[in-house]
T-cell receptor, first 112, second 116 residues
């Protein structure tokens, strides 16, 4: 079992719709969770971080965390063609290191 | 701009040559990380520094790879006797310990290495 799993996609949504991206993780003691956006050929850009169960909203983005189910998601409202990118889920476990474990990413396509 | 910077942005080398990459973190950040990313994969952790101390190295990191952060500011990653399998994007990230930041890591633009 991979430590952080994401559906590779592509996930295609029409412009203006809600895009829902999901991520599961295997280490139950994980505490910090991050979503990055990565355009083709570019480096990852931090979008959201979440540490507590529930929802966290920032503009058009909402991160959702459910530690009991070991599940974190990212919702993008009013999706725009410029949101088309790969979205990476990262997990930071408190085991004396501060490294991130990344999923393979989900490719999102927003259709105009 | 005070973001993470990396140099060079692109490097093409022949198999067997040595290469060195540089990373300058965000100025107040005391933690620095190196990751490697290949096509279709997420970034893979290589090594981590807190100030000048290298506190963790991935078991996947062969002894051809070495990293330094001599004064706790910039860092270098050297790959000796490069192999075609070393071709990847090498990413540097930095973060600030404490202060409630929960270790948010910010990435530089990366160095794309091609080994011929």
């Amino acid at each position: 079992q991979k430590e952080v799993e994401q559906n590779s996609g592509p996930l295609s949504v029409p412009e203006g719709a809600i895009a829902s991206l999901n991520c599961t993780y295997s280490d139950r003691v994980s505490q910090s969770f991050f979503w990055y956006r990565q355009y083709s050929g570019k480096s990852p850009e931090l979008i959201m971080s979440i540490y507590s169960n529930g929802d966290k909203e920032d503009g058009r983005f909402t991160a959702q965390l459910n530690k009991a189910s070991q599940y974190v998601s990212l919702l993008i409202r009013d999706s725009q063609p410029s949101d088309s990118a790969t979205y990476l889920c990262a997990v930071n476990t408190p085991t004396g290191t501060y490294k991130y474990i990344f999923g393979t990413g989900t490719r999102l396509k927003v259709l105009a | 701009d005070t973001g993470v910077s990396q140099d060079p942005r692109h490097k093409i080398t022949k198999r067997g040559q040595n290469v060195t990459f540089r990373c300058d973190p965000i100025s107040e950040h005391n933690r620095l990380y190196w990751y490697r990313q290949t096509l279709g994969q997420g970034p893979e952790f290589l090594t981590y520094f807190q100030n000048e101390a290298q506190l963790e190295k991935s078991r996947l990191l062969s002894n051809r790879f070495s990293a330094e952060r001599p004064k706790g500011s910039f860092s270098t990653l050297e790959i000796q006797r490069t192999e075609q399998g070393d071709s990847a994007m090498y990413l540097c990230a930095s973060s600030l310990s404490g202060g409630g930041s929960y270790n948010e890591q910010f990435f530089g633009p990366g160095t794309r290495l091609t080994v011929l």
